[in-house]
């Protein structure tokens, strides 16, 4: 039975620190804490084998941790893509009143001349 770090577990195991962290307060894994609440943990962990075999593939990956935050990810894209096209189709609204009402506006016109007439009128 070798005893170490969290780090060192995870590495060992192959999983996340927070994975080890998850399985020693579920109490599979066994570990003791130096001077509790701050203190750092010590991981019991078996020479001969993996505690672990009996489970998931997935529990064991390097890398399973990932596909978690990839799905967090992907989560967030779509949320902030429905936001965007929500954004999207106000200015189009936006657009579209602008232009109703710069339809409405009376056309820039001086005394009954247009002011380019008077720039260039003689008079």
Do not use: Y
């Amino acid at each position: 039975m070798a005893t170490m770090t969290i780090q060192d577990a995870a590495h060992k195991l192959g999983i996340a620190e927070i994975t080890v962290r998850r399985k020693l307060k579920s109490g599979q894994l066994v570990g003791q804490q130096e001077e509790a609440p701050n203190g750092r943990w010590w991981v019991e962990i078996s020479d001969e084998q993996n505690p672990f075999d009996s489970q998931s593939k997935s529990d064991h990956e390097p890398n399973a941790h990932v596909a978690d935050l990839v799905q967090i990810l992907k989560d967030q894209v779509s949320s902030l893509q429905h936001h965007l096209d929500i954004r999207e189709r106000e200015v189009g609204e936006l657009h579209v009143i602008i232009q109703q009402q710069a339809l409405a506006l009376p056309s820039p016109v001086m005394g009954g001349t247009k002011w380019w007439n008077k720039l260039w009128s003689n008079d």
